[in-house]
């Protein structure tokens, strides 16, 4: 797997998946291109604007609480962002951020010392990140997991298991 | 070393041993599924697998908006019919039977040491029954369909221990609330809850139901209450599959565990717009209210009516309150219909409506105007939760909101009673 590598746009804790995208899209925003251009639109109305893919989110703990809506996975990954870091992960926003194929790691200690704007490196595969502060070790993803995010999420890689092309 | 419930039920659905942290793959008991299958149908479409790997799986229960208010759901829910009907899906329940995780449960297919996923967020209610249960997303459930199969973390074990007897009509309701207060809205994320102690040991399923249904919003995985007499006595006579009772070992692993004593406890509320933002009732009491719902797959069991049709029984819903009911499901609406708690309901000034979720996510039947403050006994708070932004949605007990809906502002149920 290649490695992640962007600049940082860093937010603080509870980032709910209402400002991530907003419910009154939940049902009449479909499109991929659509989805992205409201990524994190209530939180950080620039984000979608400026960001460039590969970029890299940066937030504290229980990122993605409220709903189960998978949109707010989604939007991301439709956006580029390259992962998603923070303190902790809301439970259905860790499974819909992987089974999109959006990489989202867990690393308390890399969050606090990772500055706004700055240029960082992940290594899924070894569980590094790399930032000015230093290099931290995160847990790897368990193999199953890591096959998901290889085939770019659940859907693709369900099809890829079922031997069916393209 | 001992090993806990969670640990147990996933690793002999895996067949092998298990300990927290590590993902299996399993094919669950049972994969519920409601008014959300038309979007889920569409992902299974483009899987691009003909058939669904075992059509018996399912259990798809219309009920976020039933009947339809408008033609976009009356679509939706066509939609789900005519792919019930292509597949073959024998557990189908349409809009005449009531909200899905109570369903779930007075069906059969909630039942002791199962893996029960739901592609909702409140499928953690089947631990009242001693099931893994689960909320998983709309892919998920749409791979679930095309290979079986679902990846699952093996969760670190939480647990609440209850104790002591609550005051007179204070409920589970009530010590939930008060748990999730103290706890916090992510106290227990990734983690499996488990719910021990004499409290609970004393309560009945359905308020059983109420704790586990409401663990997820500590962000819980599941909401497991070890079974018991009283838990067999009920999942027997109506199971749907083989069943085994899985308990936690003595000498388990808990990440943490937490004690509540309930013997003074107060009622509580939770305030907008979170539902840890928890007060006793001392504290919130005297706000105005417009709307009271009372329904919801948190509390709108036969055992909630019989304290609410008590409370109403001669007396008026204020006049400048609206207060609407709805069951947790037919069989609830039947049994309250017969004991005759609808007609002192309605006496009361109620509405009494169809069994479904009602207004509890803002799609239809009651939903608040701007500047307007509903009290429900539903689980989530969250800005907009009832359909509207500018609303204020405040969580409590059957028993409060009926004192409230006559007193016509938040009132402890002592003072009107
Ligand atoms: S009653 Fe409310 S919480 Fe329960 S399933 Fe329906 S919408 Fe969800």
Redesign the interface.
Known sequence: MELIRGKVWKYGDDVNTDVIFPGKYTYTVTDPEEMAAHALEDLDPDFAKNMKPGDIVVAGKNFGCGSSREQAAFALKYAGVGAVVAKSFARLYFRNAINAGLPVIQAPEAVDAIEPGEVIEIDLEKGELRCKAGTFRFPPLPDAVLGIFQAGGLIPYTRKRLGIEG | MGKTFAEKVLGKKAGKDVVAG??V?IVPDFAMSHDNTAAIAK?FE????AQLYDPNLHVIILDHAAPAPNA?FAENHKEIREFVRKHGIPNFFDINRGICHQVMVEEGFALPGLVVVG???HSTTYGAVGAFGT??????M??IM??GRI?LRVPETMKIVVQGTPPEGVSAKDIMLKIIGDLG??AA??MAVEFTGETIERMTLASRMVLSNMAVEM?A?IGYIPPDDTTLEYVRPRARKEFEVIHSDPDATYAETHTFDVSDLEPQVACPHTVDNVKPISEVKGTKIHQVFFGSCTNARLEDFEVVAKALKGRRVHPDVRMLVFPASQQVYLEALKKGYLQTILEAGAIVMNANCGPCMGNHAGIPASGEVSLSTSNRN???RQGNVEAEVYLCSPLTAAASAIAGEIADFRDVL
């Open positions: 590590e993902i793959e992902t483009k899987i691009g697998v976009k592609s909702d967020s909320g998983i997303g709309r892919s998920e749409a791979v095309a290979t990846w809205a992510d994320t990734y962000g995985k969250f800005r907009g």
